[in-house]
């Protein structure tokens, strides 16, 4: 809270400190004479200047009962309570001395206008809002059909040779509405809907399944309660191939995640979620493969952060995963965990991360290979640098000077190991995010 009291400290210190402050006051001194106002005020000007504070506090609260009418020894406290930051406080404080008859007229308007601005803080601003996205990104891949490591492939017992197109790029282009209401001061809820528009460079790739348009949403509830900050959602997303080979789906989930405070440099999250996939038959006249896919996710996750320095986070989550799929061949269960540090840099923030995860199949596929059960062990590596425009191009701010306009710069890699020589695969991928947000309602 950031209200003005410069005139309020210089009128205290011209009314009370005009004498030497140079002895150190003890406790003991106080309890001899503790209705002694110069000598308590003395006591408190010391525990100040030494950042004791709660005493200081404490001190003009007693004095503050002995001595009522003293409207100066009130907003000495006052500039005190500003300093704690101690809201409740603060507004008892003002709220008496504006029914105290003994308040000067000079004195209420101040308090008037403190009032006003205590009153405009506790509130949000601007109950309802919403803005649009607009963004780009491209991304080049080093293994775009992931083409095994040994390019072999297991089909029907038999291992053969393995093809597919391994670099290419791909764009996505796409825009985004989110409405909101502020329910208060400590929650609200919000609805974001839009679409991507989704393309490769190289259109012979095996790989079309990239070749879309996806419409997707969600509906999300925030609710900040004690030290917890929970937040409830639920998602859709629907792929149109342009393809006659993949086959159209619709996604549908719900789930949760809540954020608790340990302190100010720790906390602790955890959440899960519940999502389904059911494929279109009809687009692909297929109902045996296609619907093979048909499946349900269910996954939490656990995690723990530690802040340092304000401007280092140190994060390590450990997650699981089942899916169940309409073929067992399809499911499996799955244990992640995950390794990140976050640098808050002047040109944008800094993202190192480390994802170890390992998967086993219920069922084997027996047109790939009836004898080999399926297991994959995943390490994925990626670094991340995301912020605003402004902060890597400073003169961009005559351009942006809402600072609306953010990028992100990805590379990532993974490295599968599976018991099917398919899936044996390296990936890399690098990728440029700009995305430009208009606020239209706020």
Known sequence: ??????????FLFVTFYTQSLLAEITFEEILEDPADLELNLKYAKEQEGLGRYKTTLSTLE??????????????????????LDSAAKLQLMLETMMQDPNTTDETREYIEKTLATIKEQSEPKGRWFAFADVNYMQTDHSNIDGV????????QNVT??????????SYSKGTSVTVG???????????????????????????LEGENDLAFGSLTYTKVRNKHFLMPYMFFSRPNQRNSTPADSLTKGIGFNNTYSLNNTTNITYGSSYSSTVFNVKA???????????????????????????????????????????????????????????????????????TYQQNIFDAKNSFIHSRVDR???????????????NQLVPFLEKIDPKSQLFFNFTYAKSDADSTILQNNAIRETASFNITKRFSLYE
């Open 1 to 10: 809270m950031k209200i003005h009291y410069k005139k309020i400290i210089f």
């Open 62 to 83: 007693r004095l503050n009962m002995l001595y009522p009418v003293n409207t100066d020894l009130k907003l000495y406290l006052i500039s005190i309570l500003l300093k």
């Open 148 to 155: 095994s490591k040994t390019e072999k492939l297991f089909a």
């Open 160 to 169: 053969g040779d393995m093809d597919g197109l391994k670099y290419d790029k």
């Open 181 to 207: 209401k502020n329910l208060d001061s400590t929650s609200a809820v919000s609805f974001n809907t839009g679409i991507n528009i989704n393309t490769q460079n190289k259109n012979t790739s095996t790989a």
């Open 284 to 354: 692909n006249n297929r109902e045996d493969n296609v619907t093979n896919g048909n499946n349900e996710i269910y996954s939490s996750n656990i995690g723990y952060n530690y802040s340092f320095s304000d401007i280092n986070l140190i994060s390590l989550r450990a997650s699981a995963v089942k899916k169940k799929a309409l073929a067992d061949f399809n499911a499996y269960v799955g244990h992640g965990l995950n390794i990140g540090y976050t640098r808050i840099l002047p040109f944008g923030n800094l993202k190192i991360e480390k």
């Open 375 to 389: 297991r994959d062990y995943i390490k994925t590596s990626q670094i991340q640098l995301s912020g605003r425009i």
